[in-house]
Structures are given as C-alpha cells and as structure tokens.
C-alpha cells in the first residue's frame, strides 16, 4: 500500500469520526445510521462499514478517542487528591459531550467484538489513570 494511498485512507477515516460525532450531536444516538453518518461524510455506506461494524462501534470509538484526549493530573497533592483529580477530569470530559455519553452507555454493554476490545482499551485507560494518581507504592 501506497504512502498516498494510507494517506487518503487516513483522512476517510477522520471524516467518517467527525461525521459520526456531527451527526451524534445533530440527531441523537437513536436517530443515527452508519448510512446517514457515510452521507455527512461524503462516502459511501460501504465505505463507513469498512471502519465501522455497527453504529454502537462508532459510539465506542468517539469515546475512546474523546476519552485518550483528557490531560493527564498533574503529579502533586495526596494521593487521595491526585486520585480525585483524576476522577474530576475524567468525568469533566465525559460532561462535555452529553450525547456522547447517552450514546456510549449503551453500546459498551453489547456483546459486538469491536465495542468489546475497546471497552477493553477503555477500561485499561481509566485505570492506568488511577493507578498515575496513586503512584509508586
């Protein structure tokens, strides 16, 4: 595969999250389709399904993805503030994209093999951010 090639592929699937993400604040998670999302994308819906195994997969995506952007807490205070402060933040973020958040809860309790490694991701980042707060020992 061409440097140009996964380029291009890159940027489709860019398109395809900020698609999703749009439509998700524009319509609802109920509302939503992967055909709908492919539209605002400007592909086609078999394009989408290449990225995508289900709208609950794009769910987990935008999350995890939303989810990885959250600074990290800074490193002073107890270990009971650094821990809170960690919670504060993680859940700051959640709060900044409501329809998100409606969209997630659902979708990672599905059985769909893509939305269960990253819930699997999701999970292992809320811990690594717990176990940063708490540090060494």
Known sequence: MSSAT??????????????????????????????????RAGVSPATAYTYLASKNHLFAELFWRHLAVTPAVEETGSRVERVQAAVRSLTTRIAEEP????????????SDADVERLRLRIGAEFAARFEAALGDG
């Open 6 to 39: 996964s380029t291009r592929q890159a940027e489709t699937v860019e398109r395809v999250f900020a698609a999703g993400l749009a439509e998700l604040r524009q319509v609802g998670h109920e509302a939503l389709t992967v055909r709908s999302v492919a539209a």
């Open 99 to 110: 329809a998100l958040a409606a969209a997630v809860t659902p979708a990672l309790l599905g």
